[in-house]
């Protein structure tokens, strides 16, 4: 009777095993997915948050063009602007395309890159636009970040009347 | 739990199999719920790269068309009130046409709306018409994880130069 009770509680207890094991073996696969997806995602964000990041770029450059009242030079990607400084003296600034970075001169002097280190500006593109009043800068870039494997490419277009030109 | 009765020890174990599992199915509810969470803060990251580029096509759109007025206000005295108008850049200058196109998953069109003044000059959503100023609205618009999402610029622009 007792061994009875003994072997029966033995065969009941393998079957149970049996299914924990499978039970936990789905579990496993389950928790390490989102695992590694959330380390995947957390990752995305933070690519994200550089390409965001780099709309800044294009906010400085459209800021300095709009204040600006003559184009100095212009190719594709080399911009030099006449604009004037706080104290209304006449400067020069420049913006140009320098292996993956916008590096931005006042006078001729390099004041530093406009891009993050995590960033690369792939193209740069300045296109003049003349109208019967002035003249417009059209600005065309595209970034991606250093952290990103899957190289993303993000594009930001913008246009900007020299409003120092009216 | 050696020293105790082979039923009890039994029944032990049993016990301790469902507190195994409870403990798993908590910690998996936690993870699944914190993946959830990524996904949330991932999709919502992209979106706020859409947000970046499509205000940036806004201020293009709100920029075009002060090009177009600046080469003559005719061409935007000619243009029929809501409509959808579309820029393009062609000829080395933004030109408005009636024809759509997207820039990449954005689509940007440009409506116009007659300009009223009231008694004292001023802007008003009534009044007498303003032959020399137009209400323009810009709007981005593209799809965001299957829904529409749009932004939308709006301002008035005058006949300056002539």
Known sequence: MVNNIKNNKKGFSLIEILFYIALFAVLTVVVINALIYMTKSFKETSVHSDLVQSASIMEKMSREIRQSNNIFSISVSDLTLNTKDELDNNKTIRFVLSGSDVQFYEDGVLTGNLNTPNIQVTNLSFTEITTAQGKAIKISFSVSSTKDESDRVEDFYNTVVLRGGY | ?162
């Open chain 2, 1 to 162: 739990m050696k020293l105790k009765g082979n039923k009890k020890y039994n029944t032990q174990r049993g016990s301790l199999m469902v507190e195994i599992i409870v403990a798993s199915a908590i910690i998996t509810m936690v993870v699944i719920a914190a993946s959830v969470v990524a996904q949330k803060a991932v999709s919502l990251s992209r979106q706020s790269v859409h947000q970046a580029q499509a205000a940036l096509l806004l201020e293009e759109g709100a920029e075009s068309v002060r090009i177009v007025r600046d080469n003559a206000w005719s061409n935007i005295s000619s243009l029929t009130a809501a409509t959808d108008y579309y820029i393009s850049f062609s000829g080395g200058t933004w030109v408005i046409s009636t024809t759509p196109n997207q820039v990449g998953i954005f689509t940007r069109k440009i409506t116009f709306s007659p300009a009223y003044r009231d008694g004292s000059q001023n802007l008003s959503a009534s009044g007498t018409l303003d032959s020399q100023t137009s209400l323009v609205s810009v709007i981005v618009s593209w799809t965001e994880g299957g829904q529409a999402v749009s932004k939308t610029l709006q301002f008035y622009i005058t006949d300056l130069f002539s």
